[in-house]
């Protein structure tokens, strides 16, 4: 009966525009409305399929401002059990590590974790590289791109899929998960989900709670630090041409004229 | 000069193109030794055209449990020679085991991770050695940001394609290190592996030019249209999201937001509306041609050559142009 704690995470919505806050180049999350990233949802539904098949409790977990208490009911919703949300204004502008270490401790306030499921890559940062940074600091063996997960026992059965192809990976638990596009289809909550989602439990968690003193997070402790930011002018449009029977060499002489063949 | 440690991407005895580029960007920096993880044989196959890239040493660390785990023993490996050199940087192609090795190695080392980067400056700070900063083309290419550690060796991931390789002549010195037993229980083990049977068409994300087609080519038989004129050019195949999701290519080969980032030195698309998660994947590519018959379609705003036209005339006619002149 596996215990597994989920990782939802709030992404602006790709089709709002997205900026970068002009104070400081952190991303600015209130300019654009905020989704449960589909790739989360995905994360979810494995975690739900699994404790289907075998049993045991699905824990979300969610570190961001106080909105993603939306993604978090959404998975819920879903039917997730309980969740835990670290929300805490020393985390703005944190950098990808200080959040690893930040979901790593709070995975440390759940009971007895089997598994951690994530999505592949958020859609924002595009670090891609959070589940494998949670495997590392908790000592834990990822199974990261899966496409197909099969829990037998203590062991894990995984088949990553990336652009190299299908890698078979075995591990034993407990480990990290993250999930890939072709992993399931997502359930949409219920009306039943929707209103059970309303009384089931979510913990609140400050960083110093977790026992991380709020110097370590933060924009002004982050391990990396933009120095500049700045819009790419817009790609201007060039020529345009109807066809009129030559489309095909014009662009070859446009090409051509470009050195491009 | 100070040592830039470049991790090797390679596959079966051959190097990918990308550590060519990481090679050039080290140069920015310092002096590049390449790292080559492998099972036992792999570097001396592989040397000689780390040298032809400038390479001034070559790491080499194989053993059988090398490529018997999933990312861990190239960071154990990473791990230990940036506390035996000091190295100025790590680089390491921004794939999808090259950023989960980033972060890993980052956190290890308590260092600070630049990710995606498609250039690399050094600007030299107030003390001597090298300050390293990564330029990174944020949001699907709207926003271009500068960024640097604050921790440890900076480690970076270089996205394939985003900046040109360039040849220089190294001394590829072997120097043999360890790669450390590997902890079973810390790590995922390798049962079994089925590489990508591409074909003969160069690799998405490393090719110098990508023909894609979307919704407008209709169906995986009218396909055909897209790769022979990709053929001509000896380009990749790339897809929308809607031609995926039609059933008419492959997943593996989806460009846009939630598949490839590519920027290729010519993109042509034919028979896609360019939506901005489309963009997002495609539009740092230096030129883009786009084919449409709807006069109004976005993708127009982008292209640097556009006609207005039916895919199925204007292709085939420019496949048959390109062929005369590699002819
Ligand atoms: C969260 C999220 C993530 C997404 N990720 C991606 C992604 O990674 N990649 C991606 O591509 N999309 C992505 N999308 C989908 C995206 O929004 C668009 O729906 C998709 O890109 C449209 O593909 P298309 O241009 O092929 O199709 P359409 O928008 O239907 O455009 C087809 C075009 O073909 C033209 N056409 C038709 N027939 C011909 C002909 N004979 N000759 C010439 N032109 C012709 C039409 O005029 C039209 O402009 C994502 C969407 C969401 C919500």
Redesign the pocket.
Known sequence: MPNIVVLVKQVPD??SERKLSDSDHTLDRESADAVLD?INERAVEEALLIKEAQGGEVTVLSVGPDRATEAIRKALSMGADKAVHVSDPALHGSCVLQTSKVIAAAIGKVDGVDLVIAGNEA?DGRSGAVPAILAELLGYPQLTHARKVTIEGASIKVERETDEGITHLEASLPAVVSVGEKINEPRYPSFKGIMAAKKKPVETFTVADLGIDAGEVGLANASSSVLEAAPKPPRAAGQRVSDEGDGGVKIAEYLIAQKLI | MSEVLVLVDHVDGEIKKVTFELLTAARQIGEPSAVVVGSPGTAAKLKESLAAYGAAKVYVAESDDATGYLVTPKVDVLAALVEKAAPAAVLVAATADGKEIAGRLAARTGSGLLVDAIGIENTAGSGDGAVVVAVQSIFGGAFVVKSKSNKGTPIVSVRPGGLEAEQAQGAAAEEAVDVPAADAAKSARITGQEPIVGGDRPELTEASVVVS??????SAEQFEVVEKLADAFGAAVG?????VDSGYYPPQF??????KTVSPQLYVA?????????R??MQTSKTIVA????AE?P?FEIADFGVV????AVAPQLTEEVGKRKG
């Open positions: 790709t089709y589909e859609t | 087609g979307g919704r407008g080519v209709g897809a929308s999201r809607a031609a989806q460009v846009g937001q939630t598949g034919l028979g896609i509306s360019g939506a901005i998660q489309h997002a994947g084919v449409n018959k709807d379609a993708i036209g039916d895919l199925f």
